[in-house]
């Protein structure tokens, strides 16, 4: 099959690779319709995560037909020629984590679970084409894909909605959400969101459906703001202004009563992490160049208020203000999305037209295309948010 694949640092390539076999008696097979690129791929794609290796397909958000079953799938939960979504976090449904819920914690589906153990203190959740740090398991930017626990994570797509409609529900539809969800939101409340990538979008959209009174767009980039914009939230950007005195006029001198970070490693690229990742040393970029997005939300939120963070970390930063955190009674919450927690939920949304996923797509390219997509995405050419490609 064809399959977009990780080719060393900023190089993505497509290339014939074997085609993705039923290993285990619960996993399926999906023939895949639609597919995106997603601003996780591009911490792999900079280099920034050290167990990459050439040749691994890339993608964790994709959906298709079901066209093998193995013989441990249950027939009431998924069959050949059912239509799904796929989530990214790969969860065996039935570990202590699954029970509650932690979906992206699963004790049981990283096989390469030590590895995370070592850097993180404990197992996370194996994900699809997220290198072998998460089990490395075979991505969705690619004409098949092999999903484990398939009677668990995929999510069936009974009524006729568009892919283009349903496909975010894989990760940032859901991970939009938890940020927001994760911030209590009260009619009142002044929410800033801090990226206005994709995910941060979702963010947005999620904060006002669960009623906050005003939200706000921290990025630099003029058509995302406008995008933003267009959708009704308050752009700033933060190349043009004082973000923390903006966001105090803008919240009646008290600071936004909840800041979600909506982009991660992006802003930080900092020493101290890559500093956890010795092999990459050579990549690193000064910590200095870029506002550190974490700190600013946490010296920018009211106290009291809730610090929710959704954008990747993975190593270690630096200079967490934790003065601020304590004397100021902040919460911080955070988490790789429990996605098929919120699937359901949002999928119902979506149907009573509540929410519009389809708004943040730019570009449809064909698989064979990915490379100039990730260009595109990665450079922000093109007014470009967000990219799906069809195998
Ligand atoms: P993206 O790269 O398209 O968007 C990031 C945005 O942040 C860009 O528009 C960029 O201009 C902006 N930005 C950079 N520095 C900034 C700063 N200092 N202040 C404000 N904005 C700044 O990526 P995306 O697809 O929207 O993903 C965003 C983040 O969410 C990534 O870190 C991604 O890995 C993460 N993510 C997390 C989960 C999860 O489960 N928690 C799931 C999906 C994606
Ligand atoms: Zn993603
Ligand atoms: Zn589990």
């Known amino acids: 099959m064809r399959a977009n694949t990780w080719a060393g640092r900023n190089k993505v390539e497509v290339r014939d690779v074997p085609d993705p076999k ?106 699809f084409g997220y290198s072998h740090l998460t089990g490395g398991f075979a991505g969705g930017q690619a004409q098949y894909a092999r999903v484990p626990f398939a009677d668990v994570g995929p999510l069936k797509i009974e009524s006729d909605l568009t892919d283009e409609q349903v496909l975010f529900l894989s990760d940032i539809l859901p991970t939009g959400y938890m940020g927001a969800e994760m911030c209590d939101i009260q009619p009142s409340d002044v929410v800033a969101v801090w990226g206005a990538g994709p995910v941060g979008q979702f963010a947005m959209d999620s904060a006002r459906m669960l009623g906050a009174a005003k939200v706000i767009a921290i990025d630099k980039e003029p058509y995302r703001l406008r995008m933003a914009e267009q959708a009704g939230h308050t752009p700033v950007n933060f190349e043009e202004v004082d973000v923390r005195s903006r966001l105090l006029e803008l919240s009646g001198g008290r600071g936004p009563d909840k800041c979600i970070d909506a982009v991660g490693l992006e802003a930080t690229h900092g020493s101290a992490h890559i500093a956890a990742y010795d092999r990459i040393k050579q990549a690193v970029r000064s910590e200095s160049d870029r506002p550190h997005v974490l700190r600013q939300a946490i010296m920018s939120c009211r106290s009291g208020g809730v610090v929710s963070v959704i954008g990747v970390y993975g190593g270690l930063i630096d200079k967490f203000p934790a003065g601020a955190w304590m004397n100021r009674s902040l919460t911080l919450r955070t988490g790789q999305c429990h996605v098929r927690r919120y699937m359901k939920p949002l999928l119902e949304r979506i149907e009573r037209g509540e929410i519009d996923p389809t708004r943040i797509i730019t570009h449809t390219l064909p698989l064979e295309e990915a490379e100039r997509g990730f260009e595109m995405f990665k450079n922000k050419q093109d007014d470009c948010e967000k990219v799906v490609l069809k195998p």
């Not at 619960?26 to 601003?39: M, N, Y």
């Not at 079953?69 to 969860?91: E, K, M, N, Y």
């Not at 039935?94 to 390469?112: I, K, Q, T, V």
């Open 22 to 127: 039923i290993l285990n008696g619960r996993d399926a097979i999906v023939r895949i319709t639609s597919t995106a690129i997603c601003g996780s791929d591009l911490h792999l794609v900079d280099g920034y995560v050290p167990t990459m290796q050439d040749g691994d397909v890339l993608g964790h958000e994709f959906m298709g037909e079901v066209i093998e079953v193995g013989s441990g799938v249950d027939p009431g939960r998924l069959r050949v020629g059912d239509r799904v979504v796929v989530p990214f976090p790969i969860a065996c449904g039935a570990c202590g984590a699954c029970a509650a819920e932690l979906y992206s914690c699963c004790e049981n589906s990283n096989p390469n679970a030590g590895i995370a153990e070592k850097m993180f203190g404990h197992p996370v959740a194996g994900i």
